[in-house]
């Protein structure tokens, strides 16, 4: 069974620093990874989506890199603003083949970030 | 806009007293799915359909029902909602259920079973 973490749990880095969130999966058979935010009595919003035979992506700010060898994806932040602050969801797509054929995302715990001004 | 919206946001109810949280999405999408999200145990999966009539289980279906008429609604049904269905409940959508498409998600529905 799929198995997603998220290193660390909470994260709390003044305003203008570059950062890292760590991501690692256990079963390397996955179709994609993505990033998620989710802020406070909110829903999640998708920041970036990596393909399986990608190695990253960028959009503004954020870059995602993807090892699916090694079970591991990074969400790098630069420039961080207090903006920021919320939690980031890791979650990967695997198949799941029962009649029809779908997808399961399996997501991680999240890491809560602080951005303080 | 697209959007996914969900009702209610917020309910509280008792024990047995049968319930529906309705998602509806508008943006032709033939993915569908129900999550919870409780603390420490993350986003789980619950139900989740491929199309029109067509769905299926996912983690943690026991104690639920969904069902699929029309393309752009995916309601949840609690037949008797207990205290552990206590959660925040999320309903996403996709253009389709392959690999390649991001999930859309609702703002989701704060559920307190008492």
């Known amino acids: 069974k799929q198995e997603v973490t998220q290193i660390p749990a909470a994260l709390s880095v003044p305003e203008g620093e570059n950062l890292v969130l760590n991501c690692s999966f256990t079963?390397?058979?996955?179709?994609?990874l993505q990033w998620f935010r989710q802020d406070p009595g909110k829903g999640l919003t998708s920041l970036l989506l990596?393909?399986?035979?990608?190695r990253e992506q960028t959009s503004g700010r954020l870059n995602a890199s993807l090892d699916k060898s090694s079970g591991r994806s990074t969400l790098y932040i630069a420039a961080s603003q207090p903006g920021d602050s919320a939690t980031y969801l890791c979650?990967?797509?695997?198949?799941?083949?029962?009649?029809?054929?779908?997808?399961?995302?399996?997501f991680g715990k999240g890491t809560k970030l602080s951005v303080i001004p | 806009e697209a959007q996914v919206t969900q009702n209610p946001r917020y309910l509280i109810t008792v024990t047995g007293k049968k319930l529906t949280v309705t998602c509806s999405q508008n943006?032709?999408?033939?993915?569908m799915s129900w999550y919870r999200q409780d603390p420490g145990l993350g986003l789980r999966q619950i139900y989740y359909?491929?199309?029109?009539?067509?769905?299926d289980k996912g983690d943690v279906p026991e104690g639920y029902k969904v069902s699929r008429k029309e393309k752009r609604n995916f309601p949840l049904i609690l037949e008797s909602p207990s205290p552990n269905q206590t959660s925040l409940y999320f309903c996403?959508?996709?253009?389709?259920?392959?690999?390649?498409?991001?999930?859309?998600f609702g703002p989701g529905t704060r559920l307190l079973v008492l």
């Open positions: 979650a990967v797509s695997a198949g799941r083949y029962s009649g029809a054929g779908s997808y399961q995302l399996t």
């Open positions: 079963d390397s058979a996955i179709y994609n």
């Open positions: 990596i393909q399986s035979s990608q």
């Open positions: 943006m032709n999408h033939e993915y």
């Open positions: 359909s491929m199309n029109v009539e067509v769905t």
């Open positions: 996403a959508s996709a253009s389709d259920g392959r690999v390649r498409e991001t999930q859309y």
